[in-house]
């Protein structure tokens, strides 16, 4: 299995960015897949979710402003991310079939 998250960065407030993740190794298509976020000196926080029927979840904080998708031809998860904020700056992860990508990074600072 391998997961690789890209589109980190700087960013500004209110900017956004849209992360990817490939994903390998596994039937991707049946697969829920997931992202989540470590910040400075904090723990793990999960963000947002695909089933594989295509329905989300997101944690309260995120909705209105992070929508994930998934494009089961390309085997990549997506999360547009709109207005970010400096607590937004976080290592985000892709997780899916039991397995973590490496992570990237986002910062969100003027």
């Known amino acids: 299995v391998q997961l690789v998250e890209s589109g980190g960065g700087l960013v500004q407030p209110g900017g956004s960015l849209r992360l990817s993740c490939a994903a390998s190794g596994f039937t991707f298509s049946t697969s829920s897949m997931s992202w989540a976020r470590q910040a400075p000196g904090k723990g793990l926080e999960w963000v947002s979710g695909?089933?594989?029927?295509?329905?989300?979840l997101y944690t309260d904080s995120m909705k209105g402003r992070f929508t994930i998708s998934r494009d089961n031809a390309k085997n990549t998860v997506y999360l547009q991310m709109n207005n970010l904020k400096p607590e937004d700056t976080a290592v985000y992860y892709c997780l899916g079939a039991r397995n973590w990508g490496q992570g990237t990074q986002v910062t969100v600072s003027s």
């Open positions: 695909i089933r594989s029927d295509g329905s989300t």
